[in-house]
């Protein structure tokens, strides 16, 4: 016996799971896009935040829904604005790496109160660090990492 609760099993089961598992596609637009093509691509993709990149999957800002419908609300001409201008901009992003926990990313998105983040790796390029989008990480993810953990009690 290991003196060990199910409680205890459980967190240090919890504290195992990485990003890295549990991770989808990011779905990405260039800095060029305007706020119209970054509200058909988040329909057509179906998802509630997209990530905007220079060349090579370089992270520069994050648009979510409500910065989309802000910028509707105006009478500007959606097609001739920059997503660029509407987006919250490095180095104001909360990320994740591919392996930290997955509980550290849930505390992330309570403690900022946003809905997903994006899983990065660094990169140096002429001497400065810049940070490649590699994946995605909503509540989604968080809530099937959950589930999983539950079946895996389930089935002990
Ligand atoms: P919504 O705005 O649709 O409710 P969020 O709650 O995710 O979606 O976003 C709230 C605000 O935080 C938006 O202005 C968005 O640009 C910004 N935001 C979203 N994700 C991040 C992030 N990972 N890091 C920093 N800011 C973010």
Excluded: W
Aim: net charge negative; aromatic share 4%; charged share 25%.
């Amino acid at each position: 016996y290991t003196g060990k609760t199910g409680g205890t099993l459980f967190n240090e089961h919890m504290k195992k799971l990485t990003v890295q598992e549990f991770q989808s596609i990011p779905v990405v637009i260039n800095d060029s896009a305007s706020v119209y093509d970054a509200i058909c691509t988040m329909f057509l993709e179906d998802v509630g935040t997209l990530f905007v990149v220079k060349q090579d999957s370089i992270l520069i800002g994050i648009v979510s829904r409500k910065d989309l419908l802000r910028a509707s609300m105006g009478k500007q001409d959606l097609e001739s604005v920059p997503v660029s201008i509407i987006m919250t901009r490095m180095p104001n992003i909360t990320t994740c790496k591919q392996e930290d926990p997955i509980l550290e990313v849930a505390h992330k998105l309570i403690s900022k109160q946003i809905d997903g983040v994006p899983v990065v790796r660094e990169r140096t390029v002429n001497d400065q660090t810049v940070h490649e989008v590699i994946g995605r990480i909503t509540k989604t993810n968080i809530t099937k990492a959950f589930v999983h953990l539950a079946k895996d009690e389930l089935h002990d």
